[in-house]
Every structure is written in structure tokens, then in C-alpha cells.
């Protein structure tokens, strides 16, 4: 079974601090996602990323897939209230997954005021 | 994009009963997925619904404890039978507008309590 590893697990900063958030694997993935999710909510789909070595940005946030497919980074500025939330990386498209996404253990990032 | 919605968002239920799950998606999508979710923790895939076939489970999950129907591209129900304590989590539905790949929506979630 392969397995998706975040980390920190838990993460509780001030507002204006900086953060990264990991998500390595051992298996190589077509792609990559990060989604967000709030209490009472789905999941909410942030970016993909499909190329070994990109690096997507999204306002404040950075988002890079490492050269070889099997890891990624999310890195935020500067952080909000807003940015509070579970954090949860997925990848796609392994030798054995095919279509199936498999999920990080996530990332809860609480951002005080 | 598509926007999903699930019924009931909510429910607490006795052991030994049955809860359907309906998801519908506001537009045709190529796949749906059902998820179950402890709260604050990873996903688990319990199945892939099937327009017009039977679904594909995912190990560990069963057709007689989870039954699933996916009559058309808009809509799927997951019914979780003969509940104990231990099917208490948050089920979410899934759907994709392409190969399966490229962008991943969600619904938001129904919170199952067994007593």
C-alpha cells in the first residue's frame, strides 16, 4: 500500500508567520493535488501539479512537485486567520492507484490572531 | 466546476439500522467517488460508482455493507447498512469532470453518528 506522508501533523502559528507544509511518498505520482478543508465542509481543490521540479503560486501561496514526482512542498506567507484549516495533499495517476487518488494523513494549520 | 450537495448533512442513528447517503452534482461528470473521513484525519476511498454497472470497492469495503447505485451522471446514493458504532464518520461524496486525474470536487459531507 503505498502511503502519502505529511508533516507537521499539526501546525499552530501566528498571523504574519511563515509556514511549509510536506508531503513525500516513496511511489512516483502523475500528479498532485492540495485542497483545503474547512469544519462541515468538503475538501476544496487549491492546486494541481503535474510536472517534476513546477512550482505553482496562488496568492500567498507556493506550491512546488519535487523533480522526481514523488514529493511536494506548500509553503504560505505571511499567514491570515483565514488560511486556518486541514490541509490535505493527494496524488494520482502511480503505477498501482491508476485513476484512484491517494491521500495525505493532512496538515491542521490553525493561524491566531 | 460542479457544485455538489449531499442529504442529509447530518444524522444520529441506532445500531442495526440503515442510512442513505444522495449526492447530486449541479452537472454531467465522468466519475464519482464516495469517501469516509474521521474528523480532521485523511480520506479512505470506499468506492468508485459506476453510471449503469456496479460499483468498485476498494479493499476492506463490501457490497452488502455499502451499497451503492449511480443511475445517471448527475446523481449517486451510498447506503451504509446494518450500522454499529464503528460506522460513525463523516461520508463525502466525490465527482470528477474528467479522466479522474485533473480536478477532484467535493460535497460537503454527512455526519454519521451511530449509537
Known amino acids: 500500500t503505498q502511503l502519502l506522508e505529511q508533516s507537521p501533523q499539526f501546525l499552530s502559528i501566528q498571523e504574519g508567520e511563515n509556514l511549509t507544509v510536506y508531503c513525500n511518498s516513496s511511489?512516483?505520482?502523475?500528479?498532485l493535488q492540495w485542497y483545503r478543508q474547512e469544519p462541515g465542509e468538503g475538501p476544496v481543490l487549491l492546486v494541481t501539479?503535474?510536472?517534476?521540479?513546477e512550482v505553482k503560486k496562488l496568492k500567498r501561496l507556493t506550491f512546488q512537485f519535487g523533480d522526481a514526482r514523488k514529493d511536494s512542498s506548500l509553503h504560505i506567507t505571511a499567514a491570515q486567520p483565514g488560511d486556518t484549516g486541514l490541509y490535505l495533499c493527494a496524488g494520482g495517476g502511480s503505477e498501482t492507484s491508476g485513476s484512484r487518488l491517494t491521500f495525505g494523513e493532512g496538515t491542521q494549520l490553525t493561524v491566531n490572531p | 466546476s460542479a457544485v455538489i450537495s449531499q442529504k442529509p448533512s447530518r444524522d444520529i442513528c441506532q445500531r442495526g439500522t440503515s442510512l442513505t447517503i444522495q449526492c447530486q452534482v449541479d452537472?454531467?461528470?465522468?466519475?464519482m467517488f464516495w469517501y469516509r473521513q474521521q474528523p480532521g484525519q485523511s480520506l479512505t476511498l470506499i468506492a468508485t460508482a459506476n453510471q449503469g454497472s456496479e460499483a468498485t470497492y476498494e479493499s476492506g469495503f463490501v457490497i452488502d455493507k455499502f451499497p451503492i447505485s449511480r443511475p445517471n451522471l448527475t446523481f449517486s446514493t451510498l447506503t451504509v447498512s446494518n450500522m454499529s458504532p464503528e460506522d460513525s464518520s463523516i461520508y463525502l461524496c466525490?465527482?470528477?469532470?474528467?479522466?479522474?486525474?485533473?480536478?477532484?470536487?467535493f460535497g460537503p459531507g454527512t455526519r454519521l453518528t451511530v449509537l
Open positions: 452537472s454531467q461528470v465522468t466519475m
Open positions: 511511489s512516483v505520482f502523475s500528479s
Open positions: 501539479v503535474v510536472t517534476g521540479g
Open positions: 466525490s465527482a470528477s469532470t474528467s479522466g479522474g486525474l485533473v480536478a477532484r470536487y
